[in-house]
T-cell receptor
Framework: AQRVTQPEKLLSVFKGAPVELKCNYSYSGSPELFWYVQYSRQRLQLLLRHISRESIKGFTADLNKGETSFHLKKPFAQEEDSAMYYCALRGGATNKLIFGTGTLLAVQP | ETGVTQTPRHLVMGMTNKKSLKCEQHLGHNAMYWYKQSAKKPLELMFVYSLEERVENNSVPSRFSPECPNSSHLFLHLHTLQPEDSALYLC???????????FGPGTRLTVL
């Protein structure tokens, strides 16, 4: 079965501290993984995708097929990073996205 | 208006009412989606339309009826809903086969 697991509902860190938001997936084929973010009072939007291997707003995520993980990392958290982060898996021909339950990142000053 | 818009933004309805949610995208996409976001549950895909054809129906009860009259518009017709259907309903669009889905602001639905 296709599934995305985000074990942490809330992650609270101080400004300047490293951040790692965990995501594990279950998928039988070659997965495409994404991180979406929702800032307060804004709509859900794409943050980054694994195939691009890009760094967006200082965030990176590496697909680890051996551990079936796609953790989101940032070396130094900023207050403006506070948001809800969703890991998502795309599977099948219909472009369907399967989302995790989300992790609320709170960056304290 | 640019991007993906949804109307109404808030809706309160009784269990016997019939209402419709509307989604419009101005991005030239050809795939559209309905998602349901309930408290403490992951975003759940409800329906996918690609090139105006429904290609996915994720075991959604028949009291939810989607309609996609053209590639820019998507509706979700609601009738005889239950209180547990109260949730945020999100619309999204993308290019068919494309990587990124663009989301609307959602409609907050409350069923009394």
């Amino acid at each position: 079965a296709q599934r995305v697991t985000q074990p942490e509902k809330l992650l609270s860190v101080f400004k300047g501290a490293p951040v790692e938001l965990k995501c594990n997936y279950s998928y039988s084929g070659s997965p495409e993984l994404f991180w979406y973010v929702q800032y307060s009072r804004q709509r859900l939007q794409l943050l980054l995708r694994h195939i691009s291997r890009e760094s967006i707003k200082g965030f990176t995520a590496d697909l680890n097929k051996g551990e079936t993980s796609f953790h989101l990392k940032k070396p130094f958290a900023q207050e403006e990073d506070s948001a809800m982060y969703y890991c998502a898996l795309r599977g099948g021909a219909t472009n369907k996205l399967i989302f995790g339950t989300g992790t609320l990142l709170a960056v304290q000053p | 208006e640019t991007g993906v818009t949804q109307t109404p933004r808030h809706l309160v309805m009784g269990m016997t009412n019939k209402k419709s949610l509307k989604c419009e995208q101005h991005l030239g996409h050809n795939a559209m989606y309905w998602y349901k976001q309930s408290a403490k549950k992951p975003l759940e895909l409800m329906f996918v339309y690609s090139l105006e054809e429904r290609v996915e129906n994720n075991s959604v009860p028949s009291r939810f009826s989607p309609e996609c009259p053209n590639s820019s518009h998507l509706f979700l017709h609601l009738h005889t809903l239950q209180p547990e259907d109260s949730a945020l309903y999100l619309c999204a669009s993308s290019q068919a086969g494309g990587n990124e889905q663009f989301f609307g602001p959602g409609t907050r639905l409350t069923v009394l």
